[in-house]
């Protein structure tokens, strides 16, 4: 949290007395959060009420209780009308800017400025001959608090692949280098991603043969690509195995592996998946251990060193057994609710835009289960599940944003209802435009109706803050290709709007925009044409004069009483 909200806690906590005697300090109507205690019903607390609990310890049985009631605290506080968001810092980058945990990467992650404070500061800058090469991705890595680990896995630390296929797990605070493992002279690795959130990770490499392959009618094997497999806590490897066209199938493009599901891509729009932890015990042929001592194909070598590398340790030979496939338009589909359902897009260019909601367990379609927005955009809506795991499906166009819920009706089946919808006002009646002749004669003609996406409020961004429970929505108005935007938080229980900010300067719509909002931080990046970023980062502030009740400095008068005897 940074310094400006500490300091707006601390002299809320010195006018809690005065509040509670002159009245006490709410924030109903302007988004107060329902506090929950254990064992009592969810109320509305005002902020006064929130920090007599904390200095009291009320409710606080738990580190995660006292965490949620500071949550209360600034959720309420960022909520209020006197507070606003200011843009205090400004950085320009000709390489791309990365964002974790309060902290924003700058040159290939040599320079680094921690947000938590009223401006970014400088947290460390390494020199340019630094051992750190250009990194292609990476993870940013915390600890879980369920394992005992070595005193350097208990630092958050980033995990980094190089364009030299090394694999680099580094310091997220001073950006010393904690391991260095080398993966393969034959693959090139470029992808990393989460296989479970900071438990397992995977590696992908591009799609190239290998050089040393040869090139005969008799040999039938057709590697598509490779994929390696880590678990974080500590970096252990788990294996290394090639995606063979020959068992897989032909038509198979890409490869992806999400919660222990190994999910392949096909030609055709066929996506299939398979059991990753039952293909890892059954064809891993040998255990490897990172800096271990290795034998393999005669050559004898230290398993993720630069000679020797990572050999494939998981080789399949048969089909693995399948879970479920279905067809889409593009591969895409996204798994989610409960029960579990899936979202795809029919094969066929005339269902672009459409989206149905099927069944896991039987493939049916749910009852109210095509999703499709009536609009006259040019770009396609999308859908997706709620991250907070609630069941819900948001689906968004540039003009209006529906947050639908999945149930389950009486005789088994599911429905799906919408819950609340947030709209950027348009006008259903398209306006007139009106022109003047050479003669001076009015001419009025009407907006095109792709023209209405083009000139009127949409919508380019939604995402979701779990810590304070907002929905985020990025509002752009009056831009052919830059205009002037407002991010809107919403409450995630009911849509209400409970606050504007606007941003200073244009947004492009042109270029790739990431916003993200932590906390009283927002972090908005741009990638101009030319590939250059400008970063922008916005704090909370407050005007303590205008929210709080004044206390006047002059000495309480002394009243006496009167006794009556009578």
């Given at each position: ?18 509040c509670s005697t002159r009245g006490s300090f709410s924030t109903q109507g302007l988004g ?174 591009i799609r190239s043969k290998p050089p040393d392959q040869p090139r005969t009618i008799n ?191 009486k005789n088994g089946k599911t429905s799906l209802h919408r819950e609340f919808s947030v ?144």
């Open positions: 949290m940074s310094g400006s909200v500490v300091t707006i806690l601390c002299k809320l906590e010195q006018m809690t007395l005065e107060a959060w329902r506090c929950f205690a254990p064992g009592r019903r969810p109320k509305r607390c005002s902020v006064c009420t929130l920090l007599k609990f904390r200095a009291l310890g009320v409710g606080h049985c738990t580190p995660g209780e006292v965490q949620r009631f500071d949550f209360c605290l600034l959720r309420q506080m960022l909520c209020l009308e006197s507070n606003t968001f200011k843009r205090v810092w400004v950085k320009n980058s000709k390489t791309p800017v990365f964002y974790g945990r309060g902290r924003v990467y700058f040159d290939n992650y040599t320079l680094c400025y921690s947000c938590h404070g009223a401006i970014p500061k400088l947290l460390y800058k390494l020199p340019a001959h630094a051992a750190l090469e250009k990194i292609e991705d990476a993870l940013f890595c915390e600890t879980p608090v369920y394992q005992v680990l070595s005193p350097s896995d208990y630092r958050p630390s980033i995990v980094g692949l190089t364009s030299s296929n090394f694999l680099l797990r580094f310091d997220a605070d001073t950006g010393q280098i904690l391991e260095k493992i080398f993966l393969s002279h034959v693959y090139k690795f470029k992808q990393i991603s989460w296989i479970s959130e900071q438990e397992t990770l995977m590696l992908k490499s040999f039938r094997r057709r590697i598509l690509l490779q994929l390696a497999f880590f678990t974080v806590f500590p970096l252990q490897l788990i294996g290394m195995m090639e995606i063979d066209q020959q068992i897989f199938g032909s038509t198979v493009t890409d490869v992806t592996v999400s919660e222990n599901i190994l999910i392949t891509l096909h030609s055709n729009g066929t996506v299939k998946f398979y059991n990753l932890e039952e293909i890892v015990n059954k064809y891993k042929v040998k255990e490897l251990s990172l800096g271990g001592q290795c034998e393999w194909d005669g050559k004898h070598g230290i398993v993720g060193s630069k000679a020797f590398g990572i050999p494939c340790n998981i080789q399949v030979t048969a089909h693995p057994s399948l879970l479920f496939e279905a067809k889409c338009h593009l591969n895409e589909m996204s798994i989610g609710g409960f029960p579990w359902h899936y979202i795809i897009t029919p094969s066929g260019s005339k269902n672009r835009g459409v989206f149905h909601v099927h069944s896991l367990e039987d493939g049916t379609l749910a009852h109210g289960g095509v999703l499709n927005m009536d609009g006259c955009f040019l770009e396609d809506d999308w859908v997706m599940f709620h991250p907070d795991n609630s069941s819900r499906i948001c689906q968004v166009s540039l003009g209006r944003f529906d947050m639908l819920r999945l149930s389950t009706l709209s950027t006002k348009q006008d259903e009646r398209p306006e007139l435009a009106t022109a003047t002749s050479s003669y001076g004669r009015l001419i009025k003609k009407r907006f095109s109706q792709f023209d209405v996406g083009l000139q009127r409020k949409t919508i380019q961004l939604v995402d979701y803050e779990d810590e304070l429970d907002l929905i985020i929505v990025a509002v752009v108005s009056d831009a052919e290709s830059s205009g002037d935007a407002v991010i809107h938080l919403h409450d995630n229980s009911t849509g209400q709007r409970l606050k504007s900010i606007p941003l200073q300067g244009p947004w492009d719509v042109t270029v790739d925009q990431h916003l993200y909002v932590d906390q009283d931080t927002i972090i908005h990046m741009t990638q101009s044409v030319n590939r250059k970023t400008i970063c922008q980062v916005y704090k909370l502030t407050q005007t303590l004069k205008e929210s709080l009740p004044r206390i006047s400095s002059q000495p309480h008068r002394r009243v006496k009483m009167r006794l009556d005897n009578g």
